[in-house]
């Protein structure tokens, strides 16, 4: 009350004066007050509440929450004074401090009733356009800049490296070895180490394409998309959970993970590969989806069921879809717009809602679809069926001989397996004499020489007949029952009821031994069953004999239906328990097979209509502001829809500016992680930053040069690698120069290349690549690394693992907040937070973890085993260990310790020191 009547009095006694007074003058004045009171929280960086009040343009636009600052000739209208010298208005300015003094009070409201007369040229400051950010501007490709050492350049981007050395008078270093090089491209391109036959034959190899045809070779590999899809991940924060305290199993995740693998083999082109990341349910790419709902996200059960709570958390997954989309593909901070307009980048709060209401119609939600058959599908299908196939055969050969007076399993819908005496033949005819209903369906018959090879495939030459056909297009057909497919989605179907016959003629007379066949082994099936049957072989004098009937089986009960191919009670215990393990891989190997050909869930959204999007202020839900529509931000763009556009066609449009050749950010972010995926670094350090917070890049002509090049290679991200692996520049061998160190401590100039430590996931398959037991299955759900896959915390790490789990780890179910046990510790993200690039730490839970964990420890175990097998002498031992895992024959020193190390403890503990290795661990 005090300061307001002290403010009143003095500006009453100041308007009796006004007519004669001198105008304020805004420099001698107005400023100093603002200065004393005001910039501490208002000027340059410091801008609370979006306010600056150094710069004439920015005091008159105002801030967020009370709009412009100063109305000229209306003080009770200008929050610049209301705050100061009215003490009813919402707020009280300074919050601490001093109050402003009478006098200082009435010179603002005197200054604002003449009109706030701010002149030109006054600001102490002059206001940076933040649109003129070097990011910002349009690519362009600069021509090749001259350099003195004319012979070094392999291609155009050498002409960058070397002139910026020169510039700095510093010398490229010299080139890596054959080895060094091999190992250093290997590791970058699929992950994996080469092996030593592989180094062999680099160093035979004197064409002038030798550097060339190991990356061709490389990059054809399935391998590469395994190792590339790791970076994609870590950026996009793909995990296998939903997040937060309860962290449930996402369980249909994986699909996401599998397309960005056959994505990055294929090269799809980036653009393409953006666009169906937005919009890949209308580009028959339905998986692709998955990336716009990686983030952690609570589920329905664990929001407050107030109205308020569920309002905050939409936003907040709204939020999340708008972070991924901007650091991933634009490497720019938009999400920290969502509350106040960004601090250092041109992007309004106005702007960061009508970037999420390019998403809002958008459902963090598993959606079915039909996986499209590409190439890790069709590897998966032909192993998956081939590994069945085995599997069978050594179920089969347990099962009794048909004809030999014992009781024989009841026919079942799932499977069916006749196992005989050898025949030779060239023809087998499957005879159905009754059905349990309809006419009868055989979903595949299948036919086993005693080699184990199903003779009977039509890809073997094999050609089927019937009695007839009862024919539906790509579902009931002939060709379907030999063609290694299970299902009744590709069935053989028989014209007719309860009858009829089907025939596999092969190539070449066989010498069989067993018949599997079955009416739907997927398992949705039951009807059309044969439940009286007889299996003949066509003679060498042309008579067909008898091989297996049902007169030996029991009677078909349908209630006792299942999956039973084997009486497995009425074999020895040892039998049993060889079976049942059988039975339980085959089941899992149909199972898998089930998922490719059936329709899936993938947990890649629902899309419904879209929410109404309103600028929050302070982002609070329940202070909602105007309503906005679908639009890029203003200083990249003027790409706009209306309101009430469709949902596809908004996050189509958002697709097709981010993939745009004229957007300024798109090349450049991903040439950039490319490089850093080479050089551990970028050539701008903050990958996920390229805005006016993000360190500048250290070669920004080179920058342009290579995203020039990538949009004109037609977006090869494959084109990309080969420009960079073989240049002179990444062909620089590691050494260590002290001089060139003093002036470029970081290696930022590239003077040589720069060593890197593996990855975890890479030093995990690369152990089980060196021994040979590493399981290269593609696709489908991970492997457990703990002993659940998902849930609050508890998690007991596995320690040893089976065969599926010695997959690439890649395939590990991943764990929000749960790091692998032994290689979470080399600095692997916890899939909570984008990961652009991962810090290299040295600590001693690294050494430990890698040498006294279980899983080292056996496959150092299994590394001496496969090395004793090979030679029973030490120092040859000790020599093949070296070129295993070091690729290179061991010092006559190394030699002659090592040996009697061996001697002294062990070769298993010797291949363990050398897993644990710097030489081992280290890219140079």
Not at 300 to 318: E, F, M, N, V, W
Not at 437 to 444: A, L, N, V
Not at 598 to 604: E, I
Not at 638 to 649: G, P
Request: glycine share 6%.
């Amino acid at each position: 009350m005090m300061r307001w009547l002290i403010a009143a009095f003095t500006l009453l006694s100041l308007a009796a004066n006004t007519a004669s007074a001198e105008p304020v003058d805004f420099v001698r004045d107005v400023r100093p007050i603002l200065q004393k009171h005001c910039y501490e929280c208002h000027a340059g960086d410091a801008r609370k509440s979006g306010l600056r009040l150094d710069v004439r343009s920015e005091a008159h636009k105002g801030g967020e929450l009370y709009g412009a600052a100063i109305t000229a000739g209306k003080p009770e209208e200008s929050p610049l004074w209301t705050f100061v010298g009215d003490e009813a208005a919402d707020l009280v300015m300074p919050p601490e401090g001093p109050a402003l003094a009478a006098a200082e009070v009435a010179t603002l409201r005197r200054w604002i009733a003449e009109g706030a007369v701010w002149p030109d040229g006054v600001d102490e400051v002059t206001l940076e356009d933040p649109s003129d950010h070097w990011s910002f501007r349009p690519v362009v490709a600069p021509t090749l800049p001259s350099v003195q050492q004319a012979d070094w350049p392999q291609n155009g981007l050498d002409h960058f490296i070397l002139a910026k050395l020169e510039e700095k008078g510093l010398s490229p270093s010299g080139p890596a070895t054959r080895t060094e090089w091999l190992r250093r491209v290997t590791f970058d391109l699929i992950g994996l180490p080469p092996t030593p036959q592989e180094v062999a034959e680099f160093h035979s190899d004197q064409s002038a394409d030798a550097y060339e045809r190991v990356v061709e070779r490389l990059l054809a590999s399935p391998r590469y998309g395994e190792r590339w899809a790791q970076h994609w991940l870590d950026v996009v924060r793909y995990a296998d959970t939903h997040g937060f305290e309860v962290n449930t199993e996402r369980p249909n995740a994986w699909p996401y993970r599998d397309y960005v693998i056959e994505a990055l083999n294929q090269d799809l082109p980036y653009d393409q590969f953006i666009r169906e990341q937005l919009a890949g349910d209308k580009l028959n790419a339905d998986a692709a989806t998955g990336f716009l709902v990686t983030a952690s996200v609570l589920l329905p059960g664990q929001i407050g069921q107030d109205d308020a709570s569920k309002r905050l958390a939409r936003q907040d997954s709204l939020d999340e879809i708008v972070t991924n989309v901007g650091t991933t593909f634009l490497g720019l901070t938009i999400h920290c717009a969502r509350c106040h307009n960004h601090k250092f980048d041109p992007i309004s709060q106005r702007d960061y809602y009508q970037m999420q209401a390019f998403v809002s119609g958008v459902e963090y939600a598993d959606r079915e679809f039909t996986i499209p058959m590409g190439d890790m599908q069709a590897d998966q299908l032909q192993r998956w069926t081939e590994q069945s196939r085995e599997v069978a055969l050594e179920i089969a050969r347990h099962a009794p001989l048909a004809g030999a007076n014992k009781p024989r399993p009841m026919v079942n819908s799932y499977e069916n397996i006749d196992h005989f005496a050898p025949i030779r033949t060239t023809k087998v005819r499957f005879q159905v004499k009754a059905t349990n209903k309809y006419e009868p369906c055989i979903d595949e018959l299948e036919v086993f020489n005693t080699e184990g090879r199903n003779v009977a495939l039509a890809q073997h030459g094999a050609k089927a007949t019937a009695s007839g056909s009862n024919t539906t297009a790509n579902r009931h057909e002939l060709r379907f029952v030999n063609d290694g497919r299970y299902g009744n989605e590709r069935s053989w179907m028989s014209s007719e009821v309860g009858g009829g016959w089907v025939a596999v003629e092969f190539s070449q007379p066989e010498t069989i031994e067993a018949v599997a066949w079955g009416r739907d082994r997927l398992g949705k099936f039951a009807d059309r069953l044969a439940v009286d049957y007889a299996i003949e072989a066509l003679s060498e004098t042309g008579e067909w004999v008898l091989l297996a009937d049902a007169t030996d089986r029991q009677p078909f009960e349908a209630g006792k239906n299942a999956r039973a191919p084997i009486d497995v009670e009425s074999l020895s215990s040892d039998d049993q328990q060889q079976v049942r393990q059988r039975l339980a891989e085959r089941a899992a190997l149909e199972q898998k097979l089930s998922q490719l050909h059936q329709s899936q869930v993938v947990f890649a959204g629902q899309f419904r209509q879209p929410d109404d999007i309103r600028v929050l202020s302070r982002g609070n839900p329940e202070m909602p502001k105007e309503q906005v529509a679908p639009a890029v931000p203003e200083v990249l763009g003027d790409t706009a829809l209306a309101q009430d556009a469709a949902e596809d066609s908004r996050r189509i449009a958002l697709a097709d500016w981010i993939a745009s050749k004229q957007n300024p950010l798109t090349a450049r972010v991903m040439v950039n992680r490319i490089w850093q995926g080479h050089f551990g670094m970028g050539l701008v350090e903050t990958a996920n930053d390229f805005g006016r917070n993000g360190v500048a890049p250290t070669h920004p002509e080179l920058l342009d040069w290579l995203s020039a090049q990538f949009m004109e290679s037609g977006w090869s991200t494959k084109q990309m690698h080969r420009l960079i692996v073989l240049s002179a520049a990444y062909r620089q061998a590691s050494d260590f120069n002290e001089a060139a160190a003093q002036l470029d401590a970081d290696d930022r100039l590239l003077w040589r290349f720069p060593p890197q430590r593996l990855m975890g996931e890479v030093i995990r398959d690369s152990i089980l690549a060196i021994n040979e037991k590493i399981n290269l299955e593609m696709g489908g759900p991970g492997f457990s690394l703990f002993d659940k896959r998902g849930g609050l915390s508890g998690y007991q790490p596995i320690e040893s693992f089976n065969e599926g789990g010695l997959r690439r780890m890649i395939y590990s179910h991943r764990v929000r907040r749960e790091r692998d046990a032994v290689f979470g510790a080399f600095d692997c993200p916890d899939f909570g937070q984008s990961t652009s690039r991962r810090r290299e730490s040295t600590t001693s839970i690294q050494a430990l973890n890698l040498f006294n964990s279980r899983f080292v420890i056996e496959q150092a175990a299994a590394l001496a085993d496969r090395l004793q097998t090979e030679t029973s002498e030490t120092p040859a031992q000790v020599s093949a260990a070296y070129d295993r895992v070091l690729l290179r024959e061991p010092s006559p020193q190394e030699l002659s310790e090592a040996t009697a190390f061996v001697d002294q403890y062990g070769l298993a503990s010797f291949c363990r020191v050398l897993l644990n290795s710097n030489e081992f661990l280290f890219i140079r």
